[in-house]
């Protein structure tokens, strides 16, 4: 089955400084990579997402790439601000099969005001 | 408009109870899922269901199990509760495919 690395399980940054989280897979018939956002005491929530036939993805401050040969792929966040505070999860899903996501096991982001 | 609702938002019981727990999604998706977070913040799958197949992740205790009376809804049913159920307990709904997931608020599971 898919197995799904992240790092770093925390990161502390100050505000406007940029922050990156990066995560690996297994499976190469991976093709769909999400990425939620989780505040505390909240649901997960989309907040970008990207398939295998692009490598890189921006919305506003925030950003995925994926690296399909070497199986990686990264969010960056940039001009970080104090509500960027929450558990990132990462997440690889396959092409065919249950479509079931596997998830990362998170990283805690906390910006420094 | 809520699009996936689950109720109670706490639960507090004793070992050895039985509770469920109720999902609705108004999004007209054909997947629903369940999942356990624990203190760690760990998401783990418990369950996946569409109107074709129940996908059971092994590691999930058979205490555990899914009714779903139609495809908006997913209930969770827990027999015999223990200690280490203690969570919070996430439902989802996607379309069929790799497609984003949409969750639900949770439902926090405390064993006294």
């Known amino acids: 089955g898919e197995n799904v690395e992240q790092h770093p399980s925390t990161l502390s940054v100050q505000e406007g400084d940029s922050a990156v989280i990066k995560c690996t897979y297994s499976?190469?018939?991976?093709?769909?990579f999400p990425w939620y956002k989780q505040e505390l005491g909240k649901r997960p929530q989309l907040i970008i997402d990207?398939?295998?036939?692009?490598g890189e993805k921006k919305d506003q401050r925030i950003a995925v790439t994926l690296n399909k040969t070497a199986k990686h792929f990264s969010l960056h966040i940039t001009e970080t601000q104090p509500e960027d505070s929450a558990v990132y999860f990462c997440?690889?899903?396959?092409?065919?099969?249950?479509?079931?996501?596997?998830f990362g096991r998170g990283t805690s982001l906390i910006v420094h005001p | 408009d809520t699009a996936v609702s689950q109720t109670p938002k706490y639960l507090v019981t004793q070992m050895g109870n039985d509770k469920s727990i109720k999902c609705e999604q108004n999004?007209?998706?054909?997947?629903m899922y369940w999942y356990k977070q624990d203190s760690k913040k760990f998401l783990k799958i418990m369950f996946s269901?569409?109107?074709?197949?129940?996908?059971i992740n092994e590691t999930v205790p058979n205490r555990f199990s899914p009714k779903s009376p139609d495809k908006a809804h997913l209930n969770l049913h827990i027999n015999s509760l223990e200690l280490g159920d203690s969570a919070v307990y996430f439902c989802?709904?996607?379309?069929?495919?790799?497609?984003?997931?949409?969750f639900g608020d949770g439902t926090r599971l405390s064993i006294l």
């Open positions: 499976d190469s018939a991976s093709n769909y």
């Open positions: 997440a690889a899903t396959q092409s065919g099969g249950s479509y079931i996501p596997t």
């Open positions: 999004l007209g998706h054909d997947t």
């Open positions: 990207i398939r295998s036939n692009v």
């Open positions: 269901y569409n109107n074709k197949e129940l996908i």
């Open positions: 989802a709904s996607s379309s069929t495919g790799a497609r984003p997931q949409h």
